[in-house]
């Protein structure tokens, strides 16, 4: 469950954007962008008695990942903007392993093939004030996140599996700066949040360009840090996630 202090903060957070002043220099515009993310892969998982490496036991190794989101801003002061967004993480790996292991009450031995199956999805709904709106853009607000995932390992004789789903709202900011007369930008997209022994952190800096009808790409550097501790059916997880990513975008 949420800790109710870093609810209250994320709520007051909001608040205190939703009272500064909006600028917009358009009644309304709409963004949407899909693309691809080159992921890589560290860290350890833990559920039952034994801290499990995701690469030197579990064999994780590079995965591509599908990046959606959509945006919708208008011009009116009182309401915030809304942002939509989605990302998968979904990797099959094979090892064999190089000592004996436990995970969710299943023993996996020594010299053991195993398979391992993460499947992990984040879908984000974002409300957000632009504060600035002009060269230089900024966006803060408060995304709530539905975050689902799942760990399986497999061997010959054992099948073991942890679970996690939890709705947890996180800060959101968001910068850009357009370089004029030219449709090329820079920017950087964050959200996160730490509560208890939990930490849910992304970070994106990218640059990108805009054709005159509003059809663009953006390529840059995207990073998810996990933590977890007592989170469903996971005992204890830290998790890296970061690469690069390019997508083909569109404004009207």
């Given at each position: 469950m949420i800790h109710a202090k870093a609810v209250a903060a994320s709520v007051l957070a909001l608040s205190l954007a939703s009272a500064a002043p909006v600028q917009a220099d358009t009644l309304f515009g709409v963004y949407a962008g899909a693309g691809t993310w080159q992921q890589g892969y560290s860290g350890d998982v833990r559920s039952g008695i034994s801290n499990v490496d995701i690469e030197d036991d579990l064999g994780l190794d590079d995965d591509d990942s599908v990046v959606l989101y959509a945006a919708f801003e208008h011009g009116v002061p009182v309401l915030p903007n809304v942002r939509a967004q989605y990302y998968?993480?979904?990797v099959d790996a094979n090892s064999t392993l190089s000592r004996t292991i436990e995970f969710n009450g299943n023993v996996f031995n020594l010299s053991e093939a195993v398979n391992t199956t993460v499947d992990l999805t984040q879908t984000d709904a974002v409300l957000y004030y632009e504060l600035l709106d002009n060269v230089v853009s900024l966006d803060l607000g408060l995304a709530i996140s539905l975050v689902e995932g799942s760990i399986e390992v497999t061997s010959l004789s054992e099948q073991a599996?942890?679970?996690f789903d939890e709705v947890v709202p996180m800060l959101y900011a968001a910068v850009r700066a357009d370089l004029p007369f030219t449709g090329v930008w820079v920017g950087a997209q964050a959200?996160?949040?730490s509560y208890d022994d939990n930490t849910l952190i992304g970070f994106d800096a990218k640059i990108g360009y805009e054709s005159s009808v509003g059809l663009g790409l953006e390529a840059g550097?995207?990073?998810v840090q996990i933590e977890l501790d007592a989170f469903d059916?996971?005992?204890?997880?830290k998790i890296?996630?970061?690469?690069?990513?390019a997508a083909i975008n569109f404004h009207f």
């Open positions: 998968t993480l979904d599996s942890a679970d959200q996160g949040i550097y995207r990073a059916e996971v005992d204890q997880a890296d996630v970061n690469g690069p990513y």
